[in-house]
Nanobody, 131 residues
């Protein structure tokens, strides 16, 4: 059974940085499109960033230029570097492996997440940004 475990969340002031990690076991993260998603209170879960098997990346417009998704295949770990954080970035952040074809991977970063696209979810890590 695959397991994804996120870490690195916390509370920071606006303008600060955090680095989220997603350690995978029972699954090879480079096999599929992987992504980071987030859900703020009262809102639907939305895409933040995705990375394809070939390493190409896509981002939601709201995080472009501030967030960077990456992976370390040797450590089987996915990362999200978040800089210049804003209060509106406050949310629970989830990593996920997906079932989608490569050509569709980037679309996931720009839309509300759909369960039918997801293979496994992590448990989430909270990010809180204060003004």
């Amino acid at each position: 059974q695959a397991q994804l475990v996120e870490s690195g969340g916390g509370s920071v002031q606006a303008g600060g940085s955090l680095r989220l990690s997603c350690a995978a076991s029972g699954y090879i993260i480079s096999n599929d499109c992987m992504g980071w998603f987030r859900q703020a209170p009262g809102k639907e879960r939305e895409g933040v960033a995705t990375i394809k098997r070939d390493g190409s990346t896509n981002y939601a417009d709201s995080v472009k230029g501030r967030f960077t998704i990456s992976r370390d295949n040797a450590k089987n770990t996915l990362y999200l570097q978040m800089n210049s954080l804003k209060p509106e970035d406050t949310a629970m952040y989830y990593c996920a492996t997906t079932k989608v074809a490569s050509w569709y991977c980037g679309v996931l970063a720009t839309q509300t997440s759909r369960e039918s696209n997801i293979r496994y979810w992590g448990q989430g890590t909270q990010v809180t940004v204060s003004s």
